[in-house]
Structures are given as C-alpha cells and as structure tokens.
C-alpha cells in the first residue's frame, strides 16, 4: 500500500510520528534538565568517579540497553573509570557475573517507564550482591518503580522531559532524550562549552527530519530484510535503528546489524535483492576510511535492493539510492551526531509500517511485543 507523504493526515501520523518529530525541542529540554541539576548530580557522582575502584555499569532492557552500547565508551573516556553496557535481561539470569560483594559499582540504569521487572530485579539484585553500589537512575517516568525505589538507594535520579515518556510502543524520543542525559552527564565540568554541540545537534535534527519524502519513498520499497551498520557509538545507533524498523513492520521486514569491519566476517550474506542497506557513517575521518571501502564494494554489486547513507559519503565514485547528509561545515562530535543519526531509522520504521497496512503505535497483530513488557517472572535468587 503506497503512502503519499501530503496524504498524511495528523490522524495517520499517530503517537509515533508526532513524539519522533519532537525530539530536537526534547534534546533542548533535556539539556535544561542537565543543567538546573548539574550541582546536585556532580556532588553525588564527584566521591563515586573519583573512586579508581569504581566500575561503572550502564544497564537497561531492549531500546534502553541500546543506550548503553553506544554510551559506553564514552562514559569510560570522559570519566576514566571501566564502563561496561550489561542489559538488565542478562544481569537477571546471571548477576554472579557481573557483581561481586567488595566491588565498588556505579549501577547507572536507563528506563522509560520505569515498570519493567526487570529494570526493578536488576536494582535489587544489585543491593544484595554488592556492598558497595550507587545509582545513577535516568528515567521518563517519575511515576515509576524505579522512581520510587530510588528514595531507599544510595541514588541520584534524573527525569527526563515529560514529553519523553513516549505513549507510542516505539521508544523514540525516550531513547534520544536518555542517551544525550547519558552523554551530558558523563562530561558535567564542560557541561556549559557543550551547550554548542546540542544547538547544533538540534540543527542536524531538524534537517533530517525534513527529509521524511525521501525516507518514505524508500520506504515503499519492497524489501523485507535490511542490514544496519556503524562504527563505535554509530554501531548502537545500528543496532537500535534495525529494532525500530523490526519492531514497527511487526516482524514482516528482517533485520540485522554489525560493524562495517565485521559484516565481512560471515553476516554479508544476508544481503540479497530484497535487502535495504543502511550506513550510519562516522564523522571520523579515519574511521570513514574503513567504511567507506565498504560502502563502495557493495556499492559497486547487483546483490541488494537500494543502499542508503546518514553521514557524509566521502566518496564521490559512490551513488546511493538516498543519502541523508548532516550539510554543515563544523562537525558534531561523533557521540552528538549518534544521538540524531538514529531519526532517519524511526522514520523508515514509521513509513514501513503504513506502508505494509500497520498501525505504526501499536504494530503487533498478536500483541508479541508491548510498550511495558509483559510475562516476565522474578525469582529469588540465593
């Protein structure tokens, strides 16, 4: 069913299209957040990172976990300490793997709601297996469990705009709102200086999102597999991008995701004449170099549907079908530029899903997925 990008009506755009269209007035929100807070959560984390023996873990369950994939590195740059991004779903089945009773842990735990069991379970987990654990709570809902825990914890709680708490299934200004916080948070004593790069973020954002003709049209499309793939912090972005576009075709389009580097190591077959590829290329130019040999064999064979590019393409030899390029002179730091590179993603998730007859807000036909997980368990662990 082809979609007219004018035929949208408000009606149609629904929850989804509506809270992936705010999210450069969130990224000004939430850095507002950042700031009025900034004292507060620079004294709570000040003894906490100035600890050597400090590991930080950066947890959440599905699109939150995502946060933490591409976060980590630079939390553990900006701040000095071991950073690792561990999902909730794996710290609940295996938390002797990840706390220890003298280990000094940093639990910073990303949630929308706040209402998974998981994201709960995690916390507790944490209290009883480690002597030494803080929390740093970022969260959309200060109505949540998690929330509310927080007042027993050795915590500090952030709450992101309320805008953010998406009532679309689709995490979309939840998911960017979040992972800026995490990157605001992790460079609080340039917290001012980077006011540019979210002004400029916004800029990107809104550029991008006026490009949502050319998404739809490639949304139209009749692919039913796409591959995602990114470098670094832009390989989270690839991951979460591929969720989105899976999530909202209810599981008609198949997706995958990897590194530019590892897609040769086996994953490449995937791609055939019915596959959409995507690169989310880096602003590194050392970086571009790898992918950009990439881009250009793919480029350059008959075995997929259409190639499209968010990033400069620094290779003039490379033509794809749409490339969605950022346009300024100044460059966004590359942990900046992940936080927008994933808008073209949601909207090519959102046009897909109209575009195969779906309801972009609540996709699932047999309510496989929902916006709150359903059906999980919590056990005693001993």
Not at 48 to 75: H, M, N, P, R, W
Not at 207 to 235: H, T
């Amino acid at each position: 069913m082809a979609i007219e990008f004018s035929d949208i009506s408000s009606e149609t755009r629904s929850n989804t299209f509506k809270e992936i269209s705010a999210q450069p007035r969130l990224w000004d929100e939430t850095y507002e957040i950042i700031l009025q807070q900034k004292a507060e959560i620079e004294g709570f984390l000040k003894p906490i990172i100035g600890d050597e023996q400090t590991t930080v873990i950066l947890t959440g369950a599905g699109t939150s976990a995502y946060i933490g994939d591409v976060l980590c590195k630079v939390f553990q740059r900006n701040t000095g300490r071991l950073t690792e991004p561990i999902p909730t779903t794996d710290i609940l089945t295996n938390p002797q793997d990840y706390f220890k009773r003298d280990q000094k842990v940093l639990l910073v735990s990303f949630a929308r709601s706040g209402d998974s069991p998981e994201s709960v379970g995690a916390v507790q987990l944490a209290e009883k297996l480690c002597d030494h654990v803080s929390h740093l709570i970022i969260t959309c809902n200060k109505d949540g469990e998690l929330a509310k825990m927080a007042g027993g914890l050795n915590a500090c709680t952030v709450f992101m705009p309320e805008d953010s708490n998406d009532k679309a299934l689709a995490m979309t200004g939840s998911f960017t709102s979040m992972l800026l916080a995490g990157i605001l948070i992790s460079d609080l004593k340039n917290l001012e200086r980077n006011k540019a790069h979210v002004d400029l973020l916004m800029t990107h954002g809104k550029k991008m999102l006026k490009r949502g003709q050319e998404i739809n049209d490639i949304a139209q499309l009749d692919f039913n597999r796409a591959v995602f793939l990114g470098s670094g912090p832009l390989k989270g972005i690839a991951r979460e991008s591929q969720l989105k576009l899976q999530e909202l075709t209810d599981g008609q389009v198949i997706c995958k995701y990897d590194s530019f580097l590892g897609l040769r190591h086996g994953p490449k077959a995937v791609i055939d004449k019915q596959t959409l590829v995507v690169y989310l290329l880096s602003t590194d130019s050392y970086i571009n170099q790898y992918e950009m040999d990439l881009v250009q064999s793919i480029n350059g064979s008959d075995d997929k549907m259409a190639e499209m590019g968010i990033g400069e393409v620094l290779n003039s030899d490379v033509s794809l079908d749409l490339t969605i390029e950022p346009g300024d002179e100044v460059r966004l730091p590359e942990e900046y530029f992940a936080v927008c590179a994933v808008l073209p993603g949601q909207l090519l998730g959102f046009y897909k899903s109209l575009a195969l007859g779906l309801s972009p807000d609540s996709p699932s036909a047999n309510n496989a997925i929902n916006r709150v997980v359903q059906g999980v368990n919590i056990y005693p662990y001993k």
